[in-house]
């Protein structure tokens, strides 16, 4: 089964990513993972994003969906694959239906902005080990230690209220189109996120094997 999971930052989808994998024994594949894998396996295509990353810039989208051809030809992709951050625009959207990739089913797990701000805004992370921790869900034993390490837990910039309200408005002006895209060919299905991560993810699965 060939899958898409859209969704707000901060809406789950990686754990939702991982929940599918590990059911259907297909791979998770997200943009960010396929540019570093073809970075390090130094492809012509990965070179040439990274021309893009290092000078801070967008990776154009011809270079992220040639990258990503390449990837879905890779054997673990015959019984199907997830795509997590791909397609974020209807034109990504669109070049991969000219791409002839087959898509059975697409997930939107929706989640209200204000819930993703409190889940993102409290998240802490080790700076030492990376353990992650939230001070309302997953508190860390003593506030801004580390349980495992004893390092020190921080807030990611990415975390951080303001940041937070622009991802989330770049999120709806740019990927949520993709909503009515998918609607209107059948494929989407909708499953509301709830407080209980195992919770989302039993509506995840019954989403996909319906």
């Known amino acids: 089964m060939n899958l898409i999971?859209?969704?707000?930052?901060?809406?789950?989808?990686g754990?939702?990513?991982?929940?599918?994998c590990n059911a259907l024994h297909i791979p998770a594949i997200s943009t960010g993972n396929i540019l570093r894998e073809a970075i390090k396996n130094q492809t012509a295509l990965g070179m040439e994003a990274k021309t893009y990353m290092d000078g801070g810039k967008l990776v154009p989208d011809e270079i992220v969906i040639n990258i990503l051809k390449e990837r879905l030809q890779q054997d673990d992709c015959k019984n199907g694959f997830i795509l997590d951050g791909f397609p974020r625009t209807?034109?990504?959207?669109?070049?991969?239906?000219?791409?002839?990739v087959r898509i059975d089913r697409v997930v939107d797990i929706e989640v209200a902005d204000e819930k993703i701000a409190a889940r993102l805004s409290g998240r802490?992370?080790?700076?030492?080990?990376?353990?992650?921790?939230?001070?309302?869900?997953?508190?860390?034993?003593?506030?801004?230690?580390?349980?495992a390490c004893g390092g020190k837990t921080v807030q990611r910039k990415d975390d951080h209220p303001d940041t937070?309200?622009?991802?989330?408005?770049?999120?709806?002006?740019?990927?949520?189109?993709?909503?009515d895209y998918y609607t209107k060919t059948g494929k989407l299905v909708v499953v509301e996120g709830q407080e209980e991560v195992a919770d989302t993810s039993a509506l995840t699965l019954k989403a996909v094997e319906a």
């Open 5 to 13: 999971l859209l969704g707000a930052p901060g809406a789950g989808k």
């Open 15 to 20: 754990t939702q990513a991982e929940v599918i």
């Open 90 to 100: 209807v034109p990504q959207a669109e070049a991969l239906d000219k791409m002839n």
């Open 124 to 147: 802490r992370v080790c700076e030492n080990c990376g353990a992650s921790y939230h001070t309302l869900y997953k508190p860390s034993k003593t506030e801004g230690v580390c349980d």
């Open 164 to 179: 937070v309200k622009e991802r989330l408005r770049v999120y709806h002006e740019q990927t949520e189109p993709l909503i």
